[in-house]
């Protein structure tokens, strides 16, 4: 059961702007920094933004991540085809200890 | 080039005991903290716990402690992740993550399928 809540589903046309959101507590995203991951079918987690907005090298600039209080978002712009995929959120919580990861969102590109 | 590449897929009998590794190449192992992640079909991630293979000190989450053990080979650069009574419900992939310094999961392994079943 995850403490970190998205919407199960966003979609968009190619071009468009996806906003995914991600809610939580003063114990986990109000206090600590959002991670994104993106799961590509079958493939691995791999990271997409880290300490709320930050982007590993070869990120593209088209995903951007905010925070403000206990919520994060992360938006996708300019929608590509190769976008589709699993969108989660995370982060470490105070009073679980623990890791947390949202309970995921599938991007559709219509 | 930094990697994490993880052992076969497994299928066992329930009760059977099963240890998976990932292998950390192409930066110091000892530095950075190795989680563990749970992913069962159709669903979504679960964190399991996290090990610091310079010391082997263990963080587990409360919905797996007891019923895993994560351990390190240093000299191998290995972490593991053992059962000692495989259930059902343990049938899944599991993916091993090294830690960057700001708690993100930087690098994953490519997974390791686990089924379970009689």
């Known amino acids: 059961q995850s403490v970190l809540t998205q919407p199960p589903s966003a979609s968009g046309t190619p071009g468009q702007r996806v906003t995914i959101s991600c809610s939580g507590s003063?114990?986990?995203?109000?206090?600590?920094?959002v991670n994104w991951y993106l799961q590509l079918p079958g493939t691995a987690p791999k990271l997409l933004i880290f300490?709320?907005?930050r982007r590993p090298s070869g990120v593209p600039d088209r995903f951007s991540g905010s925070k403000s209080g206990s919520s994060a978002s992360l938006a996708i712009s300019g929608l590509q085809s190769e976008d589709e995929a699993d969108y989660y959120c995370?982060?470490?919580?105070?009073?679980?200890?623990?890791?947390?990861f949202g309970t995921g969102t599938k991007v559709t590109v219509l | 080039e930094v990697q994490l590449v993880q052992s076969g897929a497994e299928v066992k009998e329930p009760g059977e005991s099963l240890r998976i590794s990932c292998k950390g190449s192409?930066?110091?192992?000892?530095?950075?903290?190795i989680s563990w992640v749970r992913q069962m079909p159709g669903k979504g991630l679960e964190w399991m716990g996290k090990?610091?293979?310079?010391?082997?000190?263990?963080n587990y989450s409360p919905s797996f402690q007891g019923h895993v053990t994560m351990s390190v080979d240093k000299s191998i650069s290995t972490a593991y992740l053992q059962w000692s009574s495989l259930k059902a419900s343990d049938t899944a992939m599991y993916y091993c993550?090294?830690?960057?310094?700001?708690?993100?999961?930087?690098?994953w392994g490519q997974g390791t399928m686990v089924t379970v079943s009689s």
């Open positions: 090990i610091d293979p310079s010391d082997s000190y263990t």
């Open positions: 995370a982060a470490w919580d105070d009073s679980l200890s623990g890791y947390v």
């Open positions: 993550a090294r830690h960057s310094g700001l708690n993100a999961f930087d690098f």
């Open positions: 300490s709320d907005n």
């Open positions: 003063s114990s986990n995203i109000g206090s600590n920094p």
């Open positions: 192409g930066y110091s192992f000892t530095s950075y903290w």
